[in-house]
């Protein structure tokens, strides 16, 4: 103790002080994406994504700051998760910041109110810029105020040249940590939410002729996954994977991303995606590597079926009201709609889990010319579960609906007969479903023809009707509706 005692009174003596016990600041490293050891993408079919990133940081040992650089400009920060994949956890979090106040033209103007820049016009008679002393005294509008020597001025045609970058601008987003580090490398782990990416599944059905005499054909269909990312990052060599189902997010704000026509011609016509099912979603995983550059739309193949099944079906469609009142000519010249169903099993060359999408529908002409006949969305589909796609309506199939008869049998129960024309203007017969919703505790007195009791409140008939001719249903129902 006395030692210690005679050593400071030397050093004050000297004209010396006692050494400074506080701490500096901690150092600073920074971790770009040419560090990425691994990266991975899964996105989701409502507009956002999950990165994994794994980079190898050099961050030496004790209180340090990373400022981890390109990631996504649409960052989700507090899903933000980071570890250290070293043995023995040598890295403890203790902050992280996002930094997203870019450096921009305008950011200048406003972090610089207050203080004093350059400008530089150009002077003809000198030949050269001429250099002028000013301070900002406002910047609003996109429009700053000077003051230059002892005049206040805007609109000054001259270029703006600054000392230095303020420390909070940054020319790109970043996630800032403050660490405790008790390795000096390691590899590091950050995955994170992000809004700007989007997938779609859209599908290219092209149908052969019919048989003679059937409603059935064989098809080819192509499904195509197109991937957007809009998130100002890119990620190069990214293992890709889709989720498709409905994931529920707390967070309503969900970011549409507009679609493009643009196809990447650069990818094969092979199945590329692996399925899987994923908790109560599908999970779909690309067998290579892919880049996707920022602001860039992609196409991959997601499956190829050749010798599909396809059962075409012309439906004619009630309405569960008609049964409550009198009505008489309900309807004439009704069209009728067309739909294509298609199984979705492995017998039919199929049986993958499909995204929902569109389908676009082709059929060749007596040319061999490929036309378009067609388009429609369809929902998640699981295997083994049939597809119905509208194509629009018949040109020379159209029908009549007339109530011959309306009875009120009590307050609660009416009794109706109805007939239906159906008249068929092609050159071959076609089967046509009738399809009648009706609702109440019904019961079909009589009828012309067969009919079937689809489910409590629908029932239907299936005539065939002749080429250029008529079919005609009647039927008498009585419904009770309390």
């Given at each position: ?8 009174a030397a050093l004050v003596a000297c004209g010396g002080a006692p050494p400074a016990q506080t701490a500096g600041p901690p150092a600073a490293h920074v971790s770009r994406s040419d ?39 649409r960052i989700e920060p507090d899903s933000v998760h980071v570890k250290s994949l070293a043995k023995g956890s040598p890295l403890s979090i203790l902050e992280q910041n996002y930094r ?383």
């Amino acid at each position: 103790m006395r030692t210690h005692c005679l050593a400071l009174a030397a050093l004050v003596a000297c004209g010396g002080a006692p050494p400074a016990q506080t701490a500096g600041p901690p150092a600073a490293h920074v971790s770009r994406s040419d560090a990425r050891k691994a990266v991975s993408v899964t996105v989701y079919n409502d507009g956002f994504g999950l990165v994994r990133e794994i980079r190898d940081v050099d961050l030496g040992t004790g209180r340090v700051s990373l400022e981890f650089r390109d990631v996504s400009s649409r960052i989700e920060p507090d899903s933000v998760h980071v570890k250290s994949l070293a043995k023995g956890s040598p890295l403890s979090i203790l902050e992280q910041n996002y930094r997203y106040d870019l450096l921009s033209p305008q950011k200048l103007l406003e972090k610089y109110e207050g203080k004093k820049v350059k400008l530089y016009r150009w002077n003809k008679e000198l030949g050269k810029d001429e250099e002028i002393d000013a301070e900002i005294l406002a910047y609003s509008a996109g429009q700053p105020v000077l003051k230059v020597g002892n005049e206040i001025t805007y609109g000054v045609p001259a270029r703006f040249s600054f000392p230095e970058v303020p420390k909070n601008l940054i020319a790109e987003p970043s996630l800032v940590w403050l660490l405790e580090s008790t390795a000096p490398k390691q590899p590091l782990e950050v995955t994170y939410l992000s809004q700007g990416f989007g997938w779609s599944a859209d599908y290219v059905l092209t149908v052969g002729d019919e048989a003679a005499g059937s409603a059935n054909s064989t098809a080819d269909l192509t499904g195509w996954v197109t991937l957007q990312n809009e998130t100002s990052t890119t990620y190069e060599n990214a293992q890709l994977k889709l989720v498709a189902g409905n994931v529920q997010r707390v967070h309503p704000d969900v970011t549409t991303i507009a679609k493009s026509a643009e196809k990447d011609d650069e990818e094969d016509n092979k199945k590329q995606f692996n399925e899987e099912s994923f908790f109560e979603y599908h999970l779909y995983t690309l067998d290579r590597p892919t880049t996707l550059l920022s602001n860039e739309q992609k196409q991959v193949t997601l499956l190829e079926g050749h010798g599909v099944q396809v059962h075409r079906q012309l439906i004619f469609y009630g309405a569960s009201y008609y049964y409550r009142g009198s009505y008489g000519d309900v309807v004439s010249n009704q069209k009728v709609g067309v739909f294509l169903e298609i199984k979705n099993e492995e017998a039919n060359h199929l049986g993958m889990p499909l995204p929902k999408g569109t389908v676009r529908v082709y059929k060749a002409d007596k040319s061999g010319a490929v036309q378009f006949i067609g388009e429609d969305s369809i929902d998640h589909t699981p295997r083994d579960e049939k597809l119905r796609i509208k194509m629009g309506e018949s040109f020379d199939v159209v029908g009549d609906r007339k109530q011959l008869d309306f009875k009120q049998i009590s307050s609660c129960v009416d009794e109706t007969a109805w007939e239906i024309s159906l008249r068929n203007h092609k050159d071959v017969a076609d089967e046509v479903l009738v399809n009648e919703p009706i609702e109440g505790d019904w019961q079909i007195l009589s009828s012309s023809m067969p009919y079937e009791k689809k489910d409590a409140h629908t029932f239907s008939f299936l005539p065939k009707v002749p080429a250029r001719g008529a079919v005609k249903i009647t039927y008498r129902v009585r419904v009770t509706w309390c």
